[in-house]
Every structure is written in structure tokens, then in C-alpha cells.
């Protein structure tokens, strides 16, 4: 698993992206349904960009999430992790400075089975706020050793 405050994390997600890519194949034409003209290698270099206010950044991000929304997978997931980066070690760091790798895998955990659950009643503007609230709420709630829900998860795999 992914820790986002060490040294190598970015490495570790652009390794994972590129074994993602080589596995589906058919994600191929998913991608460039959402992602038009548009290499992965490009999308990771705007979503990398440290001007995080950068508009085509935001648009990106948005394009990502709705994509998730529509049709979660792995690839979109490695996406999302790169583009939240900053906010995965703002929330690690928050916890606690030291080093708790278990703790490293509950924030990447938690942050991930909250993009693969994103409800579909929500408009794609409106997509990285509920991430970021949604994924506040699960973090909480698993560090108080409470179940997180899945109800979403379990009616898409039902669809």
C-alpha cells in the first residue's frame, strides 16, 4: 500500500498507474471517451502542477471524478491519488507526525473506498467537495474502529 508522507510515494503511484494501464487494456477506450486527446503522461503532469488553482487542473480534476462516478476503476482510483496527494499528507500529517504505517494505509484506504464510492445523484461540479467531506467522515469514522458504510459500492455492483 501507497504511503503518502514518505519519501517515494509519487514514484510508488506512477509505477501502479503504469501496471494499470498495461492490465486493462479496454480501459483504453473508456479513457479516451472522458480524456480526448489526452495521455496519461499529460494528465499526470497537470495534476502535478503546483499552481493548484491552475483552472485546466480543476477541470481535469472534475473530468477524473465524473469519470469515477460513471465508471469507477483502478486507473481513475491511481488518478485521484495523484491529484489529492497534497491532501492525503495534509490529513496523514494531521493525525499524527510520526510514523504509523498503519495509520498511512487507513487515510490512502479510507480516501480510496471513498472514490470508488461516489453516489451518482451527484453533479460533477459539485464532486470534489462531497469527496472531500465524504472521506472526512470515513476517516473519522474509522479511527473510531466504527464499520464504514458501502451501500453504494453494493448497489452499483448490483446495476
Do not use: N
Amino acid at each position: 500500500m501507497l504511503s503518502p508522507i514518505l519519501p517515494g510515494c509519487t514514484r510508488s503511484l506512477d509505477s501502479a498507474i503504469a501496471d494499470a494501464r498495461v492490465r486493462h487494456a479496454a480501459e483504453r477506450l473508456d479513457f479516451h471517451a472522458h480524456f480526448e486527446f489526452m495521455t496519461v503522461d499529460e494528465i499526470l503532469r497537470i495534476l502535478r502542477k503546483k499552481d493548484r488553482r491552475d483552472t485546466r487542473r480543476q477541470e481535469l480534476l472534475v473530468d477524473l471524478l465524473d469519470a469515477q462516478q460513471e465508471r469507477p476503476h483502478t486507473l481513475w482510483t491511481l488518478l485521484l491519488l495523484v491529484a489529492f496527494e497534497p491532501e492525503l499528507v495534509r490529513r496523514r500529517r494531521s493525525l499524527s507526525a510520526a510514523p504509523d504505517v498503519a495509520l498511512d494505509h487507513l487515510v490512502v484506504d479510507t480516501f480510496v473506498a471513498t472514490v470508488e464510492d461516489i453516489p451518482y445523484a451527484i453533479d460533477p461540479s459539485e464532486l470534489r467537495a462531497h469527496v472531500l467531506r465524504a472521506w472526512g467522515t470515513r476517516l473519522r469514522k474509522a479511527m473510531r474502529g466504527q464499520p464504514l458504510p458501502r451501500t453504494t459500492a453494493v448497489v452499483r455492483r448490483a446495476a
